[in-house]
């Protein structure tokens, strides 16, 4: 199984920014998507977007739209999610997970705990 | 965006019985769908996908079924080890946005 490394954990004032990486192997990388879901205190999982770094092709969950960049470096094998305009609400557990057809979201890293606060 | 409703939120069992959950899509997915598992303070582990199909390493007495809009997860016979949350996930025809049900919180009575 793949093993995902996720930076470590943030507190930010809300308006600003959060960019979150996710490292993973260089075969992952060139065979594989890489998804991002979030976890809000004691709520569910929600998917927010993933990349497909050997094709360059991005897709985001709508409400994310316009606030969510997903990117990939290719030399380091590193994905990252950056969450703009941050509010209270985006205060959660941020998730990167390996993304294949058909076994789905099949490995996961250990989760980047982003507080939001004034 | 695809809907998926799981059923029950919460559920209370005792050890050696035979637990179901439910996923319900809100349009027809096929088989489109995964199962995991969440312990509290860990990232979810994946347990079955395409509906039915057992993730490697994951015990057999965990079994999917269901195409369309209905699935199931079943356990055949609860261990103290399965006390998680459970979530289905949709991902028809492998094409994003993904959705998850709202979870399934699995307890010991």
């Known amino acids: 199984q793949e093993q995902l490394v996720q930076s470590g954990a943030e507190v930010k004032r809300p308006g600003s920014s959060v960019k979150v990486s996710c490292r993973a192997s260089?075969?992952?990388?060139?065979?594989?998507?890489i998804s991002w879901v979030r976890q809000a205190p004691g709520q569910g999982l929600e998917w927010m977007g993933r990349?497909?770094?050997?094709?360059?092709?991005?897709n985001y969950a709508q409400r994310f739209q316009g606030r969510v960049t997903i990117t990939a470096d290719k030399s380091t094998s590193t994905a990252y999610m950056e969450l703009s305009s941050l509010r209270s609400e985006d205060t959660a557990v941020y998730f990167c997970?390996?993304?294949?057809?058909?076994?789905?979201?099949?490995?996961w890293g250990q989760g980047t705990l982003v507080t939001v606060s004034s | 965006d695809i809907q998926m409703t799981q059923s029950p939120s919460t559920l209370s069992a005792s050890v050696g019985d035979r637990v179901t959950i439910t996923c319900r899509a809100s349009?027809?997915?096929?088989?489109?769908l995964a199962w995991y598992q969440q312990k509290p303070g860990k990232a979810p582990k994946l347990l079955m996908y395409?509906?039915?199909t057992l993730e490697s390493g994951v015990p057999s007495r965990f079994s999917g079924s269901g195409s369309g809009t209905e699935f199931t997860l079943t356990i055949s016979s609860l261990q103290p080890d399965d006390i998680a949350t459970y979530y289905c996930?949709?991902?028809?025809?492998?094409?994003?946005?993904?959705?998850f049900g709202q979870g399934t919180k699995l307890e010991i009575k």
């Open positions: 990349i497909v770094p050997f094709l360059d092709i991005t």
């Open positions: 395409k509906a039915s």
């Open positions: 997970a390996r993304d294949a057809n058909p076994r789905v979201l099949d490995s």
């Open positions: 260089g075969a992952t990388f060139s065979t594989y998507a």
């Open positions: 996930q949709q991902y028809k025809n492998y094409s994003p946005p993904y959705t």
């Open positions: 349009q027809s997915i096929s088989t489109w």
